[in-house]
């Protein structure tokens, strides 16, 4: 695959901040992956400091890519619903450049999960391919023959009276108190409205859920195919240094 191009990968979640150096060119982790739980309140202060300590422990000067929790629109954060509202409006990628004196290049948490997928992974095929990453929240990327439909934040479709993460995310398994094979039904449901919606020809389920995969996946009795993430959990940390890698690389 030619010369290594090493990048610092973030992902930034409702419960858990993760880092490591990636070679995205071969979609590999060259550290291990340092994991902290994402301080509460999950202000920008306090998000910052552990970016600040990740950078220095991998000591790290380049490009960064960041997976963050929320809608982003060329660096704005357009949601904060797993994420404090300090974060609403702000422009993360400047506030991130201004701080750590790096270029951070930042895009929604499933849309770069599923960057790695896609490119790397099993979900790597023609159609239409929806990952979705089962964690805190849902989040979910879409890809059109390779190509990232950004933002689409399936798991805020109205459900019932509010939402469907409110219901069928791990956190509300565990908030339910539900076995992964109690909770499998409402999730199947779930995914049957998505296969309604868009016709996809493949579910890729992503986040915290995946590593349980074989608990639940069986009991999914829907027409389109769903398969575990090939990189699990670190999915989002491969797909946002590879984010940083694209957007680096058309800077020029």
């Avoid at 929790?69 to 404090?84: E, F």
Wanted: proline content about 4%.
């Amino acid at each position: 695959m030619g010369k290594k191009k090493i990048i610092l990968g973030f992902d930034i979640g409702g419960t858990g901040i993760k880092a490591a150096l990636i070679n995205i060119n071969d979609g590999k982790l060259v550290t291990e992956k340092e994991k902290v739980l994402t301080p509460q309140p999950s202000d920008t202060k306090s998000v910052l400091k552990i970016v600040l300590q990740m950078i220095k422990h991998f000591k790290y000067k380049g490009p960064v890519g960041c997976g963050f929790p929320a809608i982003i629109h060329h660096g704005v954060a357009k949601s904060a619903a797993n994420i404090d509202d300090s974060w609403l409006n702000l422009d993360i990628q400047k506030f991130f450049f201004k701080e750590t004196g790096l270029p951070f290049y930042v895009a929604n948490d499933a849309d770069v999960a599923g960057l790695a997928e896609v490119k790397f992974g099993k979900a790597k095929q023609k159609g239409m391919v929806i990952v979705l990453t089962v964690g805190t929240g849902i989040g979910s990327g879409m890809f059109l023959d390779g190509k990232l439909i950004p933002n689409t934040e399936m798991g805020h479709l109205y459900y019932k009276d509010s939402i469907y993460e409110h219901y069928v995310s791990n956190s509300a398994r565990k908030r339910d108190n539900l076995s992964w094979e109690d909770w499998a039904p409402s999730f199947a449901e779930y995914l049957e409205h998505l296969e309604k919606l868009f016709s996809p020809d493949l579910f890729v389920i992503g986040g915290g859920a995946s590593s349980r995969f074989d608990r639940f996946g069986t009991l999914l009795k829907i027409e389109t195919p769903v398969i575990p993430a090939e990189f699990e959990n670190d999915a989002g940390v491969l797909g946002a240094a590879m984010y940083a890698g694209e957007c680096y690389k058309a800077k020029g």
